[in-house]
């Protein structure tokens, strides 16, 4: 599975735009880059997930440049309550042939200050 | 929305002594997983369930893990000793595998063994 590399802590305000973006220099081709979200004492959440170019829903976007060695979640206007643990993961899925077990990095640590 | 849920949410046990902890995946979902994460470190995968049978393991997951899907809604982890270093938030995720392979995690179960 691809190693991700990215930054262990970010601090933002309220209302900015934040820009996470994790490495994964060996990703194969048939794995796909999936984002989730953690809170304290609570399970991960999924934000987003894409394969090439660019993937945006009601929540966030996922820039994801040609060569696929790097990607960059962009959380759009932030407020208190994103502040939390933000895994960038790499690795086959369901329909890519893996059973989509998921593995978790240390991950960035996001807060957000008013 | 539905959602997965996780009993009890805080499981307190002796050294040695058997334990259950119990979650309920999101209905008509086919893949079922089981996470572990020790305070303060990462989510750690142990094993994914599909057509009732593991599909896949990690390491820590060795002879005194099991799991199993007793009736079409539950699925659960035991422990069959427990030991000090089990203590940890168990994670249950659950995934559809047909339109979506997202992973949908529940609450967590909070197990400490003394």
């Known amino acids: 599975l691809a190693k991700t590399t990215q930054p262990i802590s970010m601090d933002s305000y309220e209302g900015q735009e934040v820009n996470i973006t994790c490495s994964h220099n060996?990703?194969?081709?048939?794995?796909?880059i999936t984002w989730y979200q953690q809170f304290p004492s609570q399970g991960p959440r999924f934000i987003i997930q894409g394969y090439k170019t660019k993937v945006t829903n009601e929540v966030a976007s996922l820039f994801i440049p040609a060569d696929r060695k790097s990607s960059t979640l962009s959380l759009p206007r932030v407020s208190l309550s994103d502040t939390a643990v933000y895994y960038c993961?790499?690795?086959?899925?369901?329909?890519?042939?893996?059973?989509?077990?998921?593995?978790f990095g240390a991950g960035t640590r996001l807060a957000v200050h008013p | 929305e539905p959602e997965v849920t996780q009993t009890p949410s805080h499981q307190v046990t002796q050294m040695g002594q058997e334990v259950i902890l119990r979650c309920v995946p999101i209905s008509n979902h086919l893949y079922f997983y089981w996470y572990r994460q020790i305070l303060g470190q990462k989510v750690e995968f142990l094993v994914s369930?599909?057509?009732?049978?593991?599909?896949?393991k990690s390491e820590i997951f060795d002879d005194q893990f099991s799991v199993e899907r007793p009736d079409g809604s539950n699925f659960t982890l035991k422990i069959r000793s427990t030991k000090l270093e089990d203590s940890a938030m168990y994670f249950c995720?659950?995934?559809?595998?047909?339109?979506?392979?997202?992973?949908?995690f529940g609450p967590g179960t909070r197990l400490t063994v003394l």
């Open positions: 060996n990703i194969a081709t048939n794995d796909y």
């Open positions: 995720a659950s995934a559809s595998g047909t339109s979506t392979d997202t992973q949908y």
């Open positions: 369930f599909y057509n009732n049978e593991i599909s896949e």
């Open positions: 993961l790499v690795g086959p899925t369901l329909f890519s042939g893996g059973y989509n077990k998921l593995i």
